[in-house]
Nanobody, 124 residues
C-alpha cells in the first residue's frame, strides 16, 4: 500500500508558474508508474502527465511544452513544474501511482494509489 501526498498548489496569475510535489510513503516509488491528474469543477479527472520507471514521460496535449514531470533525487518524490499557466489550468491536481507498466491513456484506469489533491487556481 502506497500513500501519496501532494503539495505546492496555490493561486497565481496567468503566465505564472507553480511547482507541485508528490511524496510517497515507500522508497520503491521509482519502480511505479507515476502520474499527475487534474479535475476541474464539473469535469472528469484526466491525466496531465506521467513518468515511468525508466524516466520516460508522456503529456496531455493541453499541457505539452508548458509542464514538466520529473522524479526527485529522493527515491520517493515526484514533481510537476507548471509554466505559462492559463486560467483553464485551474483544477484540483492529484498524484497517482500504478504498479507495472504505464497506461498511456488519459483516464484513471490502472492507477490504484491516489493522493488527496492540491488546488491550483489561475486568474486572468
Amino acid at each position: 500500500q502506497i500513500q501519496l501526498a501532494e503539495s505546492g498548489g496555490g493561486s497565481v496569475q496567468a503566465g505564472g508558474s507553480l511547482r507541485l510535489s508528490c511524496a510517497a510513503s515507500v522508497s520503491t516509488y521509482r519502480e511505479y508508474c507515476a502520474a499527475w491528474f487534474r479535475q476541474a469543477p464539473g469535469k472528469e479527472r484526466v491525466r496531465v502527465a506521467l513518468i515511468d520507471k525508466y524516466g520516460r514521460t508522456n503529456y496531455n496535449d493541453a499541457v505539452k511544452g508548458r509542464f514538466t514531470i520529473s522524479r526527485g533525487n529522493a527515491k520517493n518524490t515526484m514533481y510537476l513544474q507548471m509554466n505559462s499557466l492559463k486560467p483553464e489550468d485551474t483544477a484540483m491536481y492529484y498524484c497517482a501511482a500504478a504498479g507495472g507498466q504505464c497506461i498511456y491513456g488519459l483516464q484513471e484506469i490502472g492507477y490504484a494509489y491516489w493522493g488527496q489533491g492540491t488546488q491550483v487556481t489561475v486568474s486572468s
